[in-house]
């Protein structure tokens, strides 16, 4: 795929701390060798390979102003951005694969025209993940940061906010491993990785059952994390508190705070399958037997629930999710679910007060991500929420403990599925992603936690706008939301424009009799409207 800029008047990035001086977007490290500026007309290419299909861009620059912000603009010296969500700030993810295994810059044109196109929407930051098999790939206690900070000083130049998130775990698509020398001790000890009933081992992240065991070559996993975030925050010093104004930690899969319940997705004609407990690798079965020994249930630490459904059946075929009658309303299913939840609030305790310690010092927001799972929520025993981790049931809010312990390290809680609504989920799922949602905002409401917005996917129709334009502008008080994220979907006609249409119509404020609006929004109705246009080939 390629990118091209092309008009009638050049794209200067003009910082007023340089004295008006351009900035060439590939002069920021010696990764990035060329010294040439993004300029009208240059040719930039976006290879498809980590982007499921390609796009091409053409943009052009609006002659009344600058399309970054300026001391020099006359036309946006006096005019307020587009956007305004009544506090609530809004960042766009980078694509996961924004630098590559081998620590460059993964097509950082088609980065940069793609941050200049966001800044001049009104966009006010970006989000960045930062890989462990990236940075510490080869060698434990070795760390190479330059493609990260390449991009945090491509994101700085253009005035623009960073919210780093730390990824502790791997990515199938696009593939991003471990650390190699983790990938070999897991080859040698894969009981370090979950493990299913049937076997099935999930390596794309640590058991949480080790997270303070010495299993990686005599250190504990947060012993490790403790090391790499110090490294971090020792190279992006310059950038703490300024460009970089908040920090994710990873919690889990996909970086949330669960069990891989799902890794074994369902096919059954789109009826989704609750998942299975995730209690079988040795770590895991080693800590239920001392808490069952404990509990005076010693039989009950042989294993997880013997009546519990695998990932492609329907939960309520099984006894242990049974709507009336259950296993999971009886003293055992007590006794498990809140052993397994108390272990995934545990590992996540421990993860965040990590990160608490590390950057207590510096002015930047920690938070963690709580996935939204809401299949299945209509029934009494909400059997995906107990796979995952989360004691939620008709008769006990799962999510007290959860949002205390966020509390407790004063952290933001990360919640996607903002774009999601009801009336548009299978009615065989017995799905209400707004009821849940709903639960956890009040327990954060009522615990003082700030809530940080996310959508699910990539919003191709417009009922997801709607629905995040509904959750940012109720009660729910957020302070940012996260649009994820940049990529061929991201740009392609059928999204970009409804994006530019959300983004403009985001409650905007009325006008001084000062202000000059007309130039501001001929220029960005011509920038993305007329000039945009993404054409996949």
Same mark, same amino acid.
């Given at each position: 795929?390629?990118?091209?800029?092309?008009?009638?008047?050049?794209?200067?990035?003009?910082?007023?701390?340089?004295?008006?001086?351009?900035?060439?977007?590939?002069?920021?490290?010696?990764?990035?060798?060329?010294?040439?500026?993004?300029?009208?007309?240059?040719?930039?290419?976006?290879?498809?390979?980590?982007?499921?299909?390609?796009?091409?861009?053409?943009?052009?620059?609006?002659?009344?102003?600058?399309?970054?912000?300026?001391?020099?603009?006359?036309?946006?010296?006096?005019?307020?951005?587009?956007?305004?969500?009544?506090?609530?700030?809004?960042?766009v993810?980078?694509?996961?694969?924004?630098v590559?295994n081998?620590?460059?810059?993964?097509?950082?044109?088609?980065?940069?025209?793609?941050?200049?196109?966001?800044?001049?929407?009104?966009?006010?930051?970006?989000?960045l993940?930062?890989?462990?098999?990236?940075?510490?790939?080869?060698?434990?206690?070795?760390?190479?940061?330059?493609?990260?900070?390449?991009?945090?000083?491509?994101?700085?130049?253009?005035?623009?906010?960073?919210?780093?998130?730390?990824?502790?775990?791997?990515?199938?698509?696009?593939?991003?491993?471990?650390?190699?020398?983790?990938?070999?001790?897991?080859e040698?000890?894969?009981?370090i990785?979950?493990?299913?009933?049937?076997g099935?081992?999930?390596?794309?992240?640590?058991?949480?059952?080790?997270?303070?065991?010495?299993?990686?070559?005599?250190?504990?996993?947060?012993?490790?994390?403790?090391?790499?975030?110090?490294?971090?925050?020792?190279?992006?010093?310059?950038?703490?508190?300024?460009?970089?104004?908040?920090?994710?930690?990873?919690?889990?899969?996909?970086g949330?705070?669960?069990?891989?319940?799902?890794?074994?997705?369902?096919?059954?004609?789109?009826?989704?399958?609750?998942?299975?407990?995730?209690?079988?690798?040795?770590?895991? @079965?080693?800590?239920?037997? *001392?808490?069952? =020994? %404990?509990?005076g249930? !010693?039989?009950?630490? /042989?294993?997880?629930?013997?009546?519990?459904?695998?990932?492609?059946?329907?939960?309520?075929?099984?006894?242990?999710?049974?709507?009336?009658?259950?296993?999971?309303?009886?003293?055992?299913?007590?006794?498990?679910?809140?052993?397994?939840?108390?272990?995934?609030?545990?590992?996540?305790?421990?993860?965040?007060?990590?990160?608490?310690?590390?950057?207590?010092?510096?002015?930047?927001?920690?938070?963690?991500?709580?996935?939204?799972?809401?299949s299945?929520?209509?029934?009494?025993?909400?059997?995906?929420?107990l796979?995952?981790?989360?004691?939620n049931?008709?008769?006990?809010?799962?999510?007290?403990?959860v949002?205390?312990?966020?509390?407790?390290?004063?952290c933001?809680?990360?919640?996607?599925?903002?774009? @999601?609504?009801?009336?548009? *989920?299978?009615? =065989? %799922?017995?799905?209400? !992603?707004?009821?849940? /949602?709903?639960?956890?905002?009040?327990?954060?409401?009522?615990?003082?936690?700030?809530?940080?917005?996310?959508?699910?996917?990539?919003?191709?129709?417009?009922?997801?706008?709607?629905?995040?334009?509904?959750?940012?502008?109720?009660?729910?008080?957020?302070?940012?939301?996260?649009?994820?994220?940049?990529?061929?979907?991201?740009?392609?006609?059928?999204?970009?424009?409804?994006?530019?249409?959300?983004?403009r119509?985001?409650?905007?404020?009325e006008?001084?009799?000062?202000?000059?609006?007309?130039?501001?929004?001929?220029?960005?109705?011509?920038?993305?409207?007329?000039?945009?246009q993404?054409?996949?080939?």
């Open positions: 795929m390629e990118v091209s800029v092309i008009g009638s008047s050049q794209m200067n990035l003009v910082r007023s701390d340089l004295g008006g001086k351009q900035v060439g977007y590939c002069s920021f490290t010696k990764n990035l060798n060329s010294k040439s500026k993004l300029c009208v007309g240059q040719s930039i290419t976006w290879p498809a390979k980590s982007m499921n299909n390609g796009f091409s861009l053409k943009a052009s620059a609006c002659t009344q102003a600058e399309p970054v912000i300026s001391e020099n603009a006359d036309a946006y010296r006096k005019s307020k951005p587009l956007l305004q969500t009544d506090g609530v700030k809004l960042f993810g980078l694509p996961l694969d924004a590559s081998i620590n460059t810059v993964n097509h950082p044109r088609a980065i940069v025209a793609g941050l200049k196109a966001l800044k001049l929407l009104g966009v006010d930051g970006i989000e993940p930062v890989w462990w098999g990236v940075v510490e790939k080869e060698t434990m206690g070795t760390y190479d940061w330059t493609g990260y900070l390449a991009l945090a000083e491509m994101i700085q130049k253009l005035g623009l906010k960073l919210h780093v998130s730390l990824c502790f775990h791997a990515s199938d698509e696009p593939k991003i491993p471990l650390p190699e020398w983790v990938s070999r001790i897991g040698s000890d894969p009981s990785f979950f493990r299913d009933q049937s099935q081992h999930y390596k794309d992240c640590l058991s949480l059952a080790v997270t303070d065991v010495p299993v990686l070559d005599g250190k504990t996993p947060v012993q490790v994390y403790k090391e790499f975030c110090d490294s971090f925050k020792a190279e992006f010093s310059t950038f703490m508190g300024t460009t970089i104004t908040g920090i994710s930690i990873g919690l889990g899969p996909e949330e705070l669960r069990y891989p319940s799902h890794h074994n997705p369902s096919k059954m004609n789109n009826h989704q399958g609750a998942g299975e407990f995730q209690c079988y690798d040795k770590y895991m @079965l080693n800590a239920l037997k *001392q808490y069952a =020994e %404990s509990s249930n !010693p039989l009950w630490g /042989l294993g997880g629930p013997h009546d519990a459904p695998g990932y492609d059946q329907q939960p309520m075929t099984s006894n242990f999710f049974k709507e009336n009658g259950g296993s999971w309303e009886m003293t055992y299913g007590d006794f498990f679910l809140s052993w397994y939840s108390e272990q995934l609030i545990s590992h996540g305790s421990r993860l965040l007060s990590l990160a608490s310690e590390t950057f207590h010092d510096v002015p930047i927001s920690i938070c963690g991500k709580v996935p939204l799972v809401h299945w929520y209509r029934t009494r025993s909400h059997p995906s929420e796979t995952t981790g989360f004691y049931t008709v008769n006990r809010d799962g999510y007290v403990e949002v205390e312990m966020f509390a407790k390290h004063s933001q809680i990360i919640l996607p599925g903002m774009d @999601l609504s009801d009336n548009h *989920q299978p009615n =065989e %799922s017995l799905s209400s !992603p707004e009821m849940l /949602l709903a639960q956890i905002t009040s327990s954060c409401r009522k615990h003082g936690v700030e809530i940080l917005g996310q959508n699910s996917m990539v919003a191709n129709a417009s009922n997801g706008f709607e629905q995040i334009k509904k959750n940012l502008s109720g009660d729910k008080e957020m302070s940012l939301f996260t649009y994820q994220r940049m990529g061929a979907d991201f740009f392609s006609p059928e999204h970009f424009p409804s994006f530019t249409h959300f983004v119509n985001l409650n905007q404020p006008q001084d009799s000062d202000d000059q609006p007309m130039k501001q929004e001929e220029c960005v109705e011509s920038l993305t409207s007329n000039h945009l993404m054409q996949a080939v």
